[in-house]
């Protein structure tokens, strides 16, 4: 009778290996843009241009500190570039498009001397109307965050949030140096 509760065991995990980690990363962005389509769907925005104005919207409506921006809430072009989630290219082209509508969405201007952007470079930030537009697409996206995260520990949800901040501030500190990334050792 011991022999068989010795065997019966449970054999300890296999450690998880980084690559389990960062992996595990891209699983869920996969996962996860299926509900973050349901959220854009009927608003009238591609996942893309809901991206960007949510990204907008979290500068000039909750404080976001995380995507540079100047005084008047305005980012440059450059930033939005490294920021964005969902396909930063043709960045220009769906600014122009939410800055042409009826009314605008956003708004675009030049880069003010001794911002220390390039003197052509430009500068975009979502209007009052852009806010109404996007606000209720926020809240289907909270709604879904906690629906999805209900029953998972608060412990967990810390750990999770902490390992991914971290994960992100050494890509920013890196992003100079191919090297860093141990691409070409």
């Known amino acids: 009778m011991v022999y068989d509760a010795v065997m019966r065991q449970k054999k300890s995990a296999p450690a998880i290996e ?5 992996t595990s990363i891209f699983a869920c962005r996969r996962d996860l843009l299926q509900g973050v389509k349901s959220v854009v769907a009927g608003s009238g925005f591609t996942v893309e241009a809901a991206d960007l104005l949510i990204s907008l919207f979290g500068v000039r409506e909750l404080g976001w500190d995380d995507l540079a921006h ?3 809430d305005y980012v ?3 930033e939005l570039e490294q920021f964005l989630v969902h396909n930063p290219s043709l960045l220009s082209r769906r600014i122009r498009k939410l800055a042409d509508m ?5 708004e675009v201007a030049e880069a003010k001397a001794g911002s220390g952007l390039h003197f052509n470079a430009l500068r975009v930030r979502i209007t009052a109307d852009g806010v109404k537009r996007i606000k209720p697409v926020w809240e289907r996206f909270a709604r879904m965050s906690a629906n999805l995260l209900e029953g998972i520990s608060p412990r967990l949800l810390e750990a999770h949030y902490r390992v991914n901040e971290e994960i992100s501030a050494r890509i920013r500190a890196r992003r100079q140096s191919a090297k860093d990334f141990l691409v070409n050792p």
Request: aromatic fraction near 6%; proline fraction near 19%; charged fraction near 30%.
């Open 76 to 78: 440059a072009f450059k």
């Open 102 to 106: 009826k009314p605008p969405l956003v």
């Open 18 to 22: 980084p690559t389990d980690t960062i």
């Open 70 to 72: 100047d005084a008047d």
